[in-house]
Protein backbone atom coordinates (compact mmCIF):
# COMPACT_ATOMS: atom_id res chain seq x y z
CA UNK A 1 0.00 0.00 0.00
CA UNK A 2 1.09 3.24 -0.66
CA UNK A 3 -0.05 6.16 2.35
CA UNK A 4 -0.53 9.55 0.62
CA UNK A 5 -2.72 10.52 3.59
CA UNK A 6 -2.00 14.89 3.60
CA UNK A 7 -2.83 14.98 7.46
CA UNK A 8 0.27 12.46 7.81
CA UNK A 9 4.07 14.34 8.32
CA UNK A 10 5.60 14.69 5.06
CA UNK A 11 8.07 11.77 5.64
CA UNK A 12 5.30 9.26 5.98
CA UNK A 13 3.11 10.36 3.23
CA UNK A 14 4.41 8.07 0.17
CA UNK A 15 5.54 5.16 2.25
CA UNK A 16 4.89 1.73 1.13
CA UNK A 17 3.23 -0.14 3.90
CA UNK A 18 2.65 -3.75 4.93
CA UNK A 19 1.16 -4.96 7.57
CA UNK A 20 3.83 -6.68 9.98
CA UNK A 21 2.90 -9.63 13.01
CA UNK A 22 4.55 -8.43 16.12
CA UNK A 23 2.39 -10.61 18.96
CA UNK A 24 0.29 -13.40 18.24
CA UNK A 25 -0.96 -14.75 21.99
CA UNK A 26 -4.01 -17.28 22.23
CA UNK A 27 -4.81 -16.86 26.35
CA UNK A 28 -7.82 -16.88 29.08
CA UNK A 29 -7.76 -13.06 28.87
CA UNK A 30 -6.37 -9.70 28.54
CA UNK A 31 -6.85 -6.93 31.16
CA UNK A 32 -6.33 -3.35 29.69
CA UNK A 33 -5.68 -0.58 32.85
CA UNK A 34 -7.52 2.29 31.93
CA UNK A 35 -5.20 4.55 33.79
CA UNK A 36 -2.14 3.61 31.77
CA UNK A 37 -2.97 2.25 28.81
CA UNK A 38 -1.03 -1.50 29.36
CA UNK A 39 -2.00 -4.36 28.41
CA UNK A 40 -1.58 -7.56 30.83
CA UNK A 41 -2.07 -10.95 29.04
CA UNK A 42 -3.89 -13.67 31.73
CA UNK A 43 -2.75 -17.51 31.08
CA UNK A 44 -1.14 -17.87 27.61
CA UNK A 45 -1.89 -21.46 25.97
CA UNK A 46 -0.93 -23.27 23.04
CA UNK A 47 -2.82 -26.04 22.93
CA UNK A 48 -6.49 -27.85 24.74
CA UNK A 49 -6.70 -30.77 26.12
CA UNK A 50 -10.17 -32.50 25.85
CA UNK A 51 -11.24 -35.69 27.41
CA UNK A 52 -14.52 -36.10 24.99
CA UNK A 53 -14.96 -34.90 21.59
CA UNK A 54 -16.86 -32.73 20.05
CA UNK A 55 -15.39 -30.40 22.99
CA UNK A 56 -16.54 -26.62 22.95
CA UNK A 57 -13.94 -24.09 24.38
CA UNK A 58 -15.62 -21.81 26.72
CA UNK A 59 -13.52 -18.53 26.55
CA UNK A 60 -10.50 -17.52 24.77
CA UNK A 61 -8.58 -15.08 23.57
CA UNK A 62 -6.44 -14.36 20.57
CA UNK A 63 -4.12 -11.17 21.07
CA UNK A 64 -2.24 -9.54 18.35
CA UNK A 65 -0.26 -6.84 17.53
CA UNK A 66 0.01 -4.99 14.53
CA UNK A 67 2.65 -2.13 12.82
CA UNK A 68 3.23 -0.70 9.26
CA UNK A 69 0.07 -0.48 8.72
CA UNK A 70 -1.16 2.36 5.92
CA UNK A 71 -3.21 4.83 7.38
CA UNK A 72 -6.82 4.37 6.93
CA UNK A 73 -9.21 1.64 7.67
CA UNK A 74 -8.70 -1.76 7.56
CA UNK A 75 -10.22 -5.10 7.82
CA UNK A 76 -9.04 -7.89 9.99
CA UNK A 77 -9.78 -11.68 9.17
CA UNK A 78 -9.01 -14.69 11.33
CA UNK A 79 -9.83 -18.13 9.41
CA UNK A 80 -9.73 -21.33 10.86
CA UNK A 81 -10.33 -25.28 10.18
CA UNK A 82 -9.01 -28.70 10.24
CA UNK A 83 -8.29 -28.71 6.77
CA UNK A 84 -5.92 -25.51 5.75
CA UNK A 85 -7.32 -25.60 2.31
CA UNK A 86 -11.10 -25.70 3.67
CA UNK A 87 -11.00 -22.92 6.17
CA UNK A 88 -13.89 -21.27 8.37
CA UNK A 89 -14.24 -17.54 9.24
CA UNK A 90 -14.29 -17.03 12.55
CA UNK A 91 -13.58 -13.13 12.54
CA UNK A 92 -14.00 -10.08 10.20
CA UNK A 93 -13.27 -6.89 11.54
CA UNK A 94 -12.31 -3.32 11.19
CA UNK A 95 -9.85 -1.21 12.21
CA UNK A 96 -8.23 2.13 11.73
CA UNK A 97 -4.52 3.08 11.66
CA UNK A 98 -3.16 6.42 12.33
CA UNK A 99 0.28 6.32 11.24
CA UNK A 100 2.67 3.26 9.89
CA UNK A 101 4.56 3.65 13.17
CA UNK A 102 1.42 2.99 15.54
CA UNK A 103 1.63 -0.01 17.59
CA UNK A 104 -1.86 -1.74 17.40
CA UNK A 105 -3.45 -4.03 19.53
CA UNK A 106 -6.31 -5.99 18.67
CA UNK A 107 -7.94 -8.22 21.55
CA UNK A 108 -10.14 -11.01 19.55
CA UNK A 109 -12.65 -12.63 21.90
CA UNK A 110 -13.63 -16.41 21.04
CA UNK A 111 -16.94 -17.58 22.70
CA UNK A 112 -17.93 -21.29 22.62
CA UNK A 113 -15.76 -22.28 19.82
CA UNK A 114 -16.41 -26.26 18.86
CA UNK A 115 -13.83 -28.14 18.72
CA UNK A 116 -15.18 -31.45 16.97
CA UNK A 117 -12.48 -33.88 16.92
CA UNK A 118 -8.68 -33.89 18.00
CA UNK A 119 -6.23 -32.81 15.69
CA UNK A 120 -4.33 -29.70 14.49
CA UNK A 121 -6.42 -27.07 13.49
CA UNK A 122 -5.42 -24.24 11.10
CA UNK A 123 -5.40 -20.89 11.65
CA UNK A 124 -4.89 -18.04 9.05
CA UNK A 125 -4.35 -14.32 9.92
CA UNK A 126 -5.34 -11.80 7.02
CA UNK A 127 -5.15 -7.86 6.88
CA UNK A 128 -6.89 -6.72 3.82
CA UNK A 129 -7.57 -10.24 2.28
CA UNK A 130 -3.40 -10.73 2.48
CA UNK A 131 -2.35 -13.53 4.69
CA UNK A 132 0.31 -12.29 7.70
CA UNK A 133 0.08 -15.76 9.73
CA UNK A 134 -0.46 -19.31 9.10
CA UNK A 135 -0.23 -21.05 12.77
CA UNK A 136 -2.19 -23.48 14.28
CA UNK A 137 -3.75 -24.71 17.38
CA UNK A 138 -3.71 -28.48 18.46
CA UNK A 139 -6.99 -29.90 20.10
CA UNK A 140 -5.93 -33.61 21.63
CA UNK A 141 -7.32 -36.34 24.18
Avoid at 1 to 13: D, H, V, W
Avoid at 86 to 108: D, G, T, V
Avoid at 133 to 139: E, K, M, R, Y
Wanted: hydrophobic share 40%; proline share 9%; net charge negative.
Amino acid sequence: MICTALGAPPNLRRMNSKPQLLCWLTCDGVHLDPGSGKHTILGVFSNIKAQQFPVTHPFMVWFMTLTDCAIGPHRMKISMGLDPTHLQELIARPFEAQSPLQRINLINEIRNLTFPQPGDYSLLIEIDDEPILATNLTVSA
